[in-house]
């Protein structure tokens, strides 16, 4: 007599068994929750312990060089970024100024400040107060546009080649003036947890850059402060009778600037240029750019 098969005990496994299954959702482990929701593949998910660490990195910082490293380091995982501007005074009449912080090539802070970027800081500052106080993602597809000039040509190729920015900010009651922090970035899409953990990175990442010293033109009494237009103006040129635009022209004559480059930073004629060095050099009583340069030097 035949003996008939054992019957296999597992389970079947069925549609409406797997569909159960997955309506579940995976089974609760030890490990720390993710903060995300679903993402690419290739972006991990940012934890509550990643973030916790990133934070408490931050407390370190105390020069600049560890700012650059926080940041190019656990940073990038919360706050993906090429380039982060921190902008911070009065955003009208007084003017702010503007740090830059990025590895990227020739992307530093004089270099930036010298090409025109205070429209964009405006218009993506905006953004961020249109959204009620909370980060804000602005697609940008075109890139920034800065001014291109004869010089550091790839500063206005990389912001140009900037995708997205991340926006917030923080109003300083007690220094009474406005703090802006913009994150860019040539990815085209971020996880979308990232504006959400800005807003949790923001209280380490604005006390992280005032603890790092500041070039001296960031200063509010130092030797210059960033106008409206973002000239640095230095207080011994209105000691000698300079005009606030005779300042600015002069600032880009110390800095090597032909009149037709000066011309087109400020958005005036070359011949206007040369009328306000004319007057320029009569008050300095002087009687060409090098001896120009040469009395603000002594000044």
Not at 142 to 147: D, E, F, S, Y
Request: overall charge positive.
């Amino acid at each position: 007599m035949s003996q008939r098969p054992k019957a296999d005990r597992r389970p079947a496994s069925s549609p409406q068994r797997r569909a159960d299954s997955l309506s579940r959702g995976p089974r609760r482990t030890g490990r720390a929750q993710s903060m995300s929701v679903p993402r690419d593949a290739a972006t991990p998910a940012v934890t509550t312990q990643d973030l916790m660490r990133v934070i408490q990195q931050g407390l370190a910082v105390n020069r600049h060089v560890d700012l650059l490293r926080w940041l190019q380091g656990d940073v990038q995982r919360v706050l993906p970024h090429e380039i982060l501007l921190a902008c911070w005074g009065q955003f009208g009449a007084a003017g702010f100024h503007i740090d830059v912080i990025s590895r990227l090539p020739s992307i530093r802070t004089l270099n930036v400040i010298d090409r025109n970027i205070e429209p964009a800081v405006h218009r993506l500052r905006e953004r961020w107060r249109h959204g009620g106080g909370h980060a804000v993602k602005v697609a940008i597809p075109t890139g920034i546009a800065v001014t291109r000039t004869a010089t550091h040509c790839d500063v206005a190729d990389m912001f140009g080649a900037m995708r997205v920015a991340l926006v917030h900010g923080l109003n300083d009651q007690r220094g009474r003036q406005e703090c802006c922090y913009i994150a860019l970035t040539r990815r085209p899409t971020l996880p979308p947890i990232t504006p959400r953990a800005f807003e949790w990175l923001l209280p380490s990442l604005d006390t992280a850059l005032r603890g790092g010293a500041h070039l001296p033109i960031q200063y509010p009494h130092g030797p210059a402060t960033i106008a409206a237009n973002g000239a640095a103006l230095d207080p011994g040129f209105t000691a000698l009778g300079l005009s606030e635009r005779e300042a600015e022209i002069m600032r880009w004559v110390r800095a090597g600037k032909t009149n037709h480059e000066i011309g087109r930073i400020l958005s005036i004629s070359a011949f206007t240029v040369k009328n306000h060095l004319k007057r320029i050099y009569t008050k300095l009583d002087v009687r060409n750019r090098a001896q120009a340069v040469a009395r603000l030097a002594i000044q």
